[in-house]
């Protein structure tokens, strides 16, 4: 699990928004092993996590990763620090986060708000680096 921390390396919190700081900030500072970004109800920023669908010694997705990695569209997807799970960052109107479990044990999770998701920018693929509407494949995803 990755703990949010304020760029002075005090303890933060997903729900607290005087423990946040703004990008610039959180890149300036020296604090913690990376940036990261809170998911609230101030905007639309939702992100979807797909556990563990990343060959690492192929770096090859699973064939359902693919598939909603696809079904996303133009948005932004990074994988994530441990390196073998995908993060779909996009627009959509996700108030409480789902845990979907598939039957081969993975899962793949929506969040909405109130939630820290730590980052890498470490881009997928040909992925751009704008957030596009995944409304579409989170009603799938939950459906």
């Not at 390196?83 to 789902?98: Q, T």
């Not at 997928?124 to 509407?133: F, K, Y």
Request: proline letters at 4%; aromatic letters at 6%.
């Amino acid at each position: 699990m990755k703990v949010p921390i304020t760029v002075a390396g005090m303890a933060a919190s997903s729900t607290d928004p005087r423990t946040w700081s703004s990008y610039t900030e959180a890149v300036k500072s020296t604090a913690g092993v990376g940036t990261g970004f809170v998911l609230s109800d101030v905007d639309d920023v939702v992100c979807i996590d797909l556990d563990h669908c990343i060959n690492t010694l192929t770096g090859r997705l699973a064939p359902w990763a693919a598939a909603i990695v696809n079904d996303a569209g133009a948005t932004y997807v990074e994988v994530s620090p441990s390196g073998d799970e995908l993060h779909i960052w996009g627009r959509a109107d996700v108030r409480h986060g789902r845990l979907i479990r598939r039957p081969d044990g993975t899962a793949v999770e929506i969040y909405g708000t109130g939630r820290y998701i730590a980052m890498t920018g470490r881009r997928h693929g040909n992925a751009p680096s704008l957030l596009g509407d995944i409304s579409d494949v989170c009603t799938a995803l939950v459906g």
